[in-house]
C-alpha cells in the first residue's frame, strides 16, 4: 500500500495532482487509514500509470474516463470501442495540427510585411493587417 505521498513520489506528480483525479472520478483510494492518510493498493498504482500514459498521448480527462471504464469493464466492451475514442482523437489532432499550420502562414504572412525597423508604429502593416476586415496582407512590405 503506498500513502498518497509516496505514490506522487514514485511518479513525479505532486499529491495535487493524485487529488484531483480523485475529485474528477479518476482514481480512489483503497482505503482511508485511521489517521486519515489516503492509502493506494498496486491496482490504483496500475490505474495511475494507464492516466498518465493516456495524457502523455494527449487524451483529456473527460476521455481517459471513457477509457477506463471500458479497461474496467473489458468484457462487456470491443476493441471497436477504444478504437473509436482512439480516431476521434486522431481526428482531433489532425485537425488541430491544420488550424496551427493555419495560424503558422498567416503569422509568417504578418511577420514578412512589415520591415520590423525603428519607425513609428502609425503605418505598421502587421497592425493595419490586424485592424482590417479581412487581414489582407501584402506578401513583402518594408517601410520607407
Known amino acids: 500500500m503506498f500513502r498518497i505521498g509516496e505514490l506522487a513520489k514514485k511518479f513525479s506528480i505532486n499529491a495535487d495532482t493524485l487529488r484531483f483525479y480523485e475529485k474528477q472520478g479518476l482514481l480512489c483510494p483503497s482505503s482511508v ?3 486519515g492518510y489516503r492509502l493506494y493498493s498496486e491496482q490504483e498504482v496500475k490505474t495511475l500509470g494507464f492516466i498518465l500514459r493516456a495524457k502523455e498521448v494527449g487524451f483529456s480527462l ?3 474516463k471513457s477509457l477506463l471504464s471500458i479497461e474496467v469493464d473489458k468484457a462487456n466492451s470491443e476493441c471497436s470501442d477504444v478504437k473509436a475514442l482512439v480516431d476521434d ?3 482531433q489532432v ?3 495540427i491544420q488550424e496551427l499550420q ?3 502562414r498567416s503569422l509568417k504572412r504578418l511577420s514578412n510585411a512589415c520591415c520590423g ?3 513609428s508604429a502609425e503605418d505598421c502593416t502587421i497592425l493595419q ?3 482590417s476586415e479581412t487581414l489582407d496582407i501584402v506578401p513583402e512590405h518594408h517601410h520607407e
Open 33 to 35: 487509514a485511521a489517521n
Open 62 to 64: 473527460t476521455e481517459i
Open 89 to 91: 482523437k486522431l481526428d
Open 94 to 96: 489532425t485537425a488541430k
Open 102 to 104: 493555419r495560424f503558422q
Open 117 to 119: 525597423g525603428h519607425e
Open 129 to 131: 493587417a490586424l485592424e
